[in-house]
Nanobody, 124 residues
């Protein structure tokens, strides 16, 4: 069955960097949409970035554009999120997600598969 497993969460001071990875297994389609979402306490889950595993074509939320980079390594079946210039407002639980299409990617309830989440805490 499909599995998504995140790793790389932790704590960092503002201005620092972290890298998240999502290991995917169980997919039969080589071109699916994968994304990173985040959810802070009391807030709705929001899309951070997404990418097609086959063709690439990354896309970012305005709040992280220029600071975060999503990438994929198809040989390892992983999608990563490099986060630079982190801000306290980036503090949240970060989730990896996968779906057959990127249409409407920013709507969290469109995604078929989710990882368990990994916490990112940015202190000022």
């Amino acid at each position: 069955q499909v599995q998504l497993v995140e790793s790389g969460g932790g704590s960092v001071q503002a201005g620092g960097s972290l890298r998240l990875s999502c290991a995917a297994s169980g997919f039969t389609n080589s071109n699916i949409c994968m994304s990173w979402f985040r959810q802070a306490p009391g807030k709705e889950r929001e899309g951070v970035a997404r990418i097609w595993t086959g063709i690439g074509s990354p896309y970012y939320a305005d709040s992280v554009k220029g600071r975060f980079t999503i990438s994929r390594d198809n040989a390892k079946n992983t999608v990563s999120l490099q986060m630079n210039s982190l801000k306290p407002e980036d503090t949240a639980m970060y989730y990896c997600a996968a779906h057959r299409s990127c249409i409407g990617w920013y709507q969290w309830n469109r995604w078929s598969y989710w990882g368990q989440g990994t916490q990112i805490t940015v202190s000022s």
